[in-house]
């Protein structure tokens, strides 16, 4: 049985309490099957009791910060300060037991980029770093990235050992800029095998990332999980923007995702 999880940001425990604790409820009352946690750098110390006891017996993924957060890993002369920034989302894994922390690749498009991206993952000596795979630009800062092709996080794994998290809207984007057939693209990125998935909705001719809830794009939602996903799939959901107020839309994009593979 597919599993869903939901998407937390560690600051939202001390700076978002009211939905930290909806969301928690949620959790445990089984509306979602595991946690998502996008540890912000320097946030461990601060928020590490309360996640704790709000989550210690929920299973959890952890995600680690990216380019927004200055942790690149295609940038040579940022190892040191990267392995920094990593580090608190090794904490959180070691503290709830989480078996994958999802990393970015860096900035920058082309070989060299890769190779430095590829270096540090393995200079991070950590079995539970998880690649995902991007779109072609950052939304935000409309830098170029790689990690987009299927060959590319194939490189990842065979080189770094690493594991896969097959991130939907960043195929469908990363195929369209390429001027790829979307579902070769999506063959070619199962046949890596994913520990795990995000998903959300939007637009399938686009190559922007937009992070719709489910229902307000027009991807086929049903035939990507049924056609690219396995029986005991981890799906989380990267839906919606802004600062979250309850959790409300997210419980009800959880039972549009229940209804529509159903």
Known sequence: MRSLGLKLWSKDFIKNVDFAKSAEASLKDGVFDYLELFALPDSFDETKD?????????KTIIHAPHNIQQLNIADKNEFYNNKKRLSDSQKFADLLD?????????MGKGEEFLDESIRQFIDFHDS???VENLPSYCSQTKNELHGIKPFEIK??????NALFCLDFSHAIC???????DVFSFLSEMKALNPVMYHLCDGDFSSTNDSHLHFGEGNYDLRGLVLDYTTEN???TMETGH?????????VDDACY???TIS
């Open 233 to 235: 799939a981890l799906i």
């Open 257 to 259: 995702f229940r209804k």
């Open 98 to 106: 989480a078996p994958y922390i999802i990393l970015h690749p860096g």
């Open 50 to 58: 309360i996640v704790y006891d709000m989550f210690y017996r929920v």
């Open 128 to 130: 539970r770093l998880t």
């Open 174 to 180: 990363g195929a369209n800029a390429c001027n790829n």
């Open 155 to 160: 490189r990842f794994i065979d080189e770094a």
């Open 242 to 250: 802004g600062i979250p107020y309850d959790v409300k839309p997210w």
